[in-house]
């Protein structure tokens, strides 16, 4: 119960204490663009994104494979 509390404490003023965001530069220029640039900033902000978020997913479900793989060959050294 002292823990609940607690965190709900720190919780409550982290988000009470927590300033206002501003946005990044580009995106501050992707509004100010013109309407037929916004389109492809958007996509290009979309693709960059993914790509983020694909990329140490990716990287992890290789290096598991592999290290199953060397497993099940019994190519895995003893630690």
Same mark, same amino acid.
């Given at each position: ?9 720190? &919780? /409550? @003023? ?16 992707? *509004?100010? $663009? ?13 693709? &960059? /994104? @993914? ?16 290290? *199953?793989? $060397? ?9």
């Amino acid at each position: 119960m002292r823990f609940r509390t607690q965190l709900l404490l720190a &919780s /409550v @003023l982290s988000l009470g204490l927590a300033g206002p965001v501003s946005a990044c530069p580009n995106c501050k220029e992707a *509004v100010a $663009a013109q309407p037929e640039e916004v389109a492809q900033m958007k996509n290009g902000y979309n693709y &960059s /994104v @993914l790509f983020m978020m694909a990329m140490p997913f990716s990287l992890l479900g290789v290096g598991s494979f592999m290290v *199953v793989r $060397a497993a099940k060959r019994g190519t895995l050294p003893e630690l």
